[in-house]
Structures are given as C-alpha cells and as structure tokens.
C-alpha cells in the first residue's frame, strides 16, 4: 500500500495529513515541533490492521501557519473534532506523544467517539520538566533571543535529538534532517511561542479534563526520558480511570522511534482487545 499525503483545511488553519490502510481509523498525534514524520516506523505496522492517520497539527509538520493561528493544545484539540466530522469518522483509537499526548486528552474528554487512547510519554500536569524554560520563554527577553538564536540553530539539531533517546546509537540517520527540515519551515518560531504562550492555560484545562475521559487508555513511558518525567506516569495512571503503564526500559523520550517494534506490539495488543 501506498501512504496517501491528504490536506484540509478547518477554520482557517491548513491540516496535511497522511492516511494509510484499512480497518477500524487510528489517529496518530505528533508532539511539539514534529510531525506525521514522527510516525514513519509505525504506520506501516499499525496499517496492517487500521485506516491510519498520520496528522501534521497547524503549525507543525509540513504545515505553514501565520502568527494569528491558534497553536494551543485546546485549539488543536477542536481542529482534530472538526477534521473527524469532516471525514465522517465514528469509533476511533488516538495515539498521542509527548504534546501531542496532551491534545489527545483534551480530545477524548470532549468526543466519546474516542474508544482508546496510547499516550507516550505525554505532557502532563504532574510533570515540571521543562516548566522554567517555558516561563522564560514567555517573557520578552526569552522570547527575543529565542528569535535571535533559531535562525542559526541548526547546528544544535543532532545534539537536541540525542538527548531525546535513552540509547543515541539507535537514532536512525534520517532523523535529523526529516526534524530539521520541518522545523526551519517559515512561521515556525512564532508558532512555538504562540503554544508555549497558551501552556499554562492549556494545563489548568487538562487536569480538568482527565478526569472526564471515559476511554481506555495506555501509557508508554521510557525508563530514560528527558523531557517529560517518568516519574509523573503514576500520578497520571491514577487520574485515568482505565489505565495500563508500560514501561520501556532504556528508551528515552521517543518510544514509538527508538525502539518501533516493541511500541508497535504494545499498541497493536492494546488497541485490538475486544
């Protein structure tokens, strides 16, 4: 089977996606600053047994956004209802990473369309990894040198992606040239501040969210993750009220890349119970 590159476009804001298989449709949702790219050693497996779709968020991905789209994860969250109304889909499973595992949260509390949800490593409000960058960055001063520093961050591509894996021998060799290639797209830097400004709301709404999901859902976690606190998968396995954990030992922040097969089996075992 071939991957199929589909575009929409819902309120404005411009969604390219890639669909692949047949079967019952699953949503893959990447995490900030990637993209359907992200799946690309899991969707061949993951088509055998579903219609997959593979989405680049506005904002991310393959998409252009312009200052004024709406980046947050509760906007994306209303993108996504939008885009499966538009494609008539019914009973669905979500897979979601990091940002994108957040979004998928939001959209399950709201859509019991959602039969299952997979969160790798997904932000969360029990994790404060991260949190003093973000604050700086939401200041002038941060948001200034953010702007002065991203056109001549290509150098620091590789050295970013390694620290996103427990083991950086398994970084495949076109990892960092496909991240790259996306996040050097026009517009991109203003869409990351644009999200990073709505995060502190974006979690206020997320901890009142999880709560109301009704899906089943599996967390994926990496024993090695840098980004978003393992530590946090407890906190959040017990606010979920049909949760599984599994964790990866010696993955980092990237199970669904690092380490595809055993990602790709967990998913496959989760998502096919009756």
Known sequence: MQIEKLTAEIDGAQIHYSRLGTGRPLLLLH???GGSFCWRRNMEALSQRHTVFALDLPGHGENDALRHVDCSMLAQANRILSLMERLRLQEIDVIGCSWGGAIAMLLAAQCAKVRSLVLAAPVNPWSTLGSGRIRILNGRTGEALLRMVWPFS???YRIALVRMYGD???????AVKGYRSQVMRPGRVDNILNTLRSWEKDMHALREAIPQIKARSLLIWGTCDSAVDVRSAEALKQALSQCQL??????????FEETPDEFNRLVLDFIDQP
Not at 168 to 174: A, K, Q
Not at 246 to 255: D, F
Request: charged share 20%; no cysteine; net charge positive.
């Open 31 to 33: 995490g900030l600053l």
């Open 154 to 156: 290509r150098p620091l």
């Open 168 to 174: 950086p021998s398994r970084l495949p060799p076109e």
């Open 246 to 255: 599994k964790i990866i030992e010696g993955a980092g922040h990237l199970p």
